[in-house]
């Protein structure tokens, strides 16, 4: 995953982060064809998320048109490409994310925010 190389959407949708048969919730900050960008939910105790690691990332899509839920739950497999964590307390992560493969499910979600909110293809 290449900064700038495709189109980010910024959005603030929840997800599960599976990592090691644990689940940690998340926010998705930025989406693009390529990858999204995370943010990890205030935990107890810092989570290492190192270049390399491969994560399962799941969230409920939602409509391309109303941005409600559609009832229906996308699971990515994704490689950390970079973390960072929170300078106060260390214990929320900023993840960068390889997409690891690309389900059509998942392009067409993404096209149909470009086309209804973003004004493009």
Not at 11 to 35: D, P
Not at 57 to 83: H, R
């Amino acid at each position: 995953m290449v900064k700038g190389r495709s189109i980010r959407i910024p959005v603030e949708f929840e997800a599960t982060i599976i990592y090691k048969k644990k689940e940690y919730e998340a926010i998705i900050e930025n989406l693009s064809e390529e990858g999204l960008q995370i943010r990890t939910n205030p935990e107890k105790v810092a989570i290492d998320f190192k270049p390399g690691t491969v994560i399962e990332l799941e969230f409920e899509l939602l409509s391309g048109q109303t941005l409600k839920p559609a009832g229906e739950i996308l699971k990515l497999n994704c490689k950390v490409i970079w973390s960072g964590k929170s300078p106060l307390d260390g214990v929320i992560n900023t993840i960068g994310l390889e997409i690891t493969d690309q389900s059509l499910q998942y392009e067409e979600f993404l096209k149909s925010l470009h086309i209804n909110y973003m004004g493009i293809l």
